[in-house]
């Protein structure tokens, strides 16, 4: 299994940034997916969740309610994370999550995304 996220970069308050996630190494299209972020000196925080197949379920943390839309793309085996109107609380680490059936949890290895005025 591998995860690699790209996207990152440094923005300014109220602008967008795509996160991807390309995903390998197992049958994509068949598992749920999520984002995750670390901000410095805090605990890793769900914030978006896609179901498998075609992504009819998806569900958001209450701080990016609204702004954030995941989604995915399984001919690619990509998982996405649309962010609008950044704000400095969204400065985190950002990574993308598996838990495969038998329980094993994989995480890529994050990508940077900083928000500052």
């Known amino acids: 299994v591998q995860l690699v996220e790209s996207g990152g970069g440094s923005m300014q308050p109220g602008e967008s940034l795509r996160l991807s996630c390309a995903a390998s190494g197992f049958p994509f299209s068949i598992y749920d997916m999520r984002w995750y972020r670390q901000a410095p000196g805090k605990d890793r925080e769900l914030v978006a969740f896609i179901s498998s197949g075609n992504g009819a379920v998806t569900n958001y943390a209450e701080s990016v309610k609204g702004r954030f839309t995941i989604s995915r793309d399984n001919a690619k085996s990509t998982v996405s994370l649309q962010m609008n109107s950044l704000k400095p609380e969204d400065t985190a680490v950002y990574y993308c999550?598996?838990?495969?059936?038998?329980?094993?949890?994989?995480w890529g290895k994050g990508t940077q995304v900083f928000v500052s005025s």
């Open positions: 999550y598996l838990r495969e059936f038998r329980g094993a949890n994989f």
